[in-house]
């Protein structure tokens, strides 16, 4: 078995030794919407609808894209072997507002600078979701899998709900009332000013910072709830 590992991580760092570099820069259609199906490094920013796919060359034709509905829906075209995400290919894509963002599998997406009245986002796998200076009124936050999702910003009203082993990081993210639901092994942090409504049933802890008011909580099984 060793061997054979052995043989696959030389084919692998040989290949990338050798590999072509290649970009792709598109404009698409409008979109507000995001639906990530690939094993790829992948940005959004603010800015005019626009995808920028720069790395290895038989990565970059692999990528598929098309906006369906307002989605902008990037997949990876046939099956590739990898234990994680592939930081060989950097996808950039922009468009002038967001309000909801999908990861499923195990690509990484980075969000930048997101304002709006509301956003949503979702994890559904072994991928990382990061969210920088987010401003909105409503976050909704979901999370299945092993993955990582953190935010940091404001917002008015927080929903987050976590079914998996990986954790939801929102320690950054100000909000003034939240209603947190945790069912799992992961752990679920948030900071609330005013009221929170908390319910855990799993193994995981959910942790609660800025002292709120109100407290509505929930516990079963050997989870905790901590502020």
């Not at 990861?103 to 979702?122: I, T």
Request: charged content about 20%.
């Amino acid at each position: 078995m060793r061997l054979v590992l052995s043989i696959i991580t030389l084919a692998l760092l040989a290949s990338t030794a050798h590999a072509e570099n290649a970009k792709v820069d598109k404009v698409v259609p409008a979109f507000d919407r995001i639906e990530v199906a690939a094993p790829f490094d992948f940005v959004w920013r603010s800015g005019a609808p626009r995808l920028v796919a720069e790395g290895e060359k038989d990565l970059v034709e692999r990528l598929g894209f098309e906006v369906v509905d307002g989605t902008l829906k990037l997949t990876a075209k046939g099956r590739i072997f990898t234990l994680g995400p592939l930081h060989t290919l950097k996808v950039t894509v922009s468009s002038p507002s967001l309000r909801e963002a999908r990861l499923v599998g195990s690509g990484d997406l980075e969000l930048q600078s997101v304002s709006g009245p509301a956003l949503a986002l979702s994890l559904s796998g072994s991928g990382d979701v990061v969210a920088r200076g987010v401003k909105v009124q409503r976050l909704d936050v979901r999370l299945s899998g092993s993955g990582d999702l953190s935010a940091d910003g404001e917002t008015d009203t927080l929903t987050a709900a976590l079914s998996g082993s990986g954790d939801v990081v929102l320690t950054s993210m100000k909000s003034r009332d939240a209603t947190l639901s945790l069912a799992g092994s992961g752990d679920l942090s948030a900071s609330v000013a005013a009221r929170v409504v908390a319910s855990c049933t799993g193994s995981g802890d959910i942790v609660v910072r800025g002292a709120p008011a109100q407290r509505e909580l929930t516990k079963l099984g050997s989870c905790e709830i901590h502020f």
